[in-house]
Nanobody
Framework: VQLQACGGGLVQAGGSLRLSCAAS????????MGWFRQAPGKEREFVAG????????YYADSVKGRFTISRDNAKNTLYLQMNSLKPEDTAVYYC????????????????????WGRGTLVTVSS
């Protein structure tokens, strides 16, 4: 089972990026998923989470109104649209998935997730 995140890169403040996370080895269409990030010298932090249906989403206060999480279950892919990027958004971004189908606990707790991608680096210059 693999989660492969991509779409990171270097962008100026105020710009946009779209991250994708493609799953392989099993379907996650019935699993809650989320995005976390970790900046240099800081702890991993929750960014956004999404219900398996895509009907419920959750965001960290720091990204609310700027980031949008979505999923395409037919493609087994998770997305994170990031707009109005700020230098403080610079981090390695990780996608993650719950292991148990149709289960969702505290979306912002990283150890609730069983599967993790390798991360993609987002750098926002000022």
């Amino acid at each position: 089972v693999q989660l492969q995140a991509c779409g990171g890169g270097l962008v100026q403040a105020g710009g946009s990026l779209r991250l994708s996370c493609a799953a392989s080895g099993r379907t996650f269409s019935s699993n809650a998923m989320g995005w976390f990030r970790q900046a240099p010298g800081k702890e991993r932090e929750f960014v956004a989470g999404i219900h398996w249906s895509g009907g419920l989403t959750y965001y960290a206060d720091s990204v609310k109104g700027r980031f949008t999480i979505s999923r395409d279950n037919a493609k087994n892919t998770l997305y994170l649209q990031m707009n109005s990027l700020k230098p403080e958004d610079t981090a390695v971004y990780y996608c993650a998935a719950y292991g148990t189908v149709q289960s969702m606990g505290a979306m912002d707790i990283w150890d609730e997730y069983d599967y993790w991608g390798r991360g993609t680096l987002v750098t926002v210059s000022s």
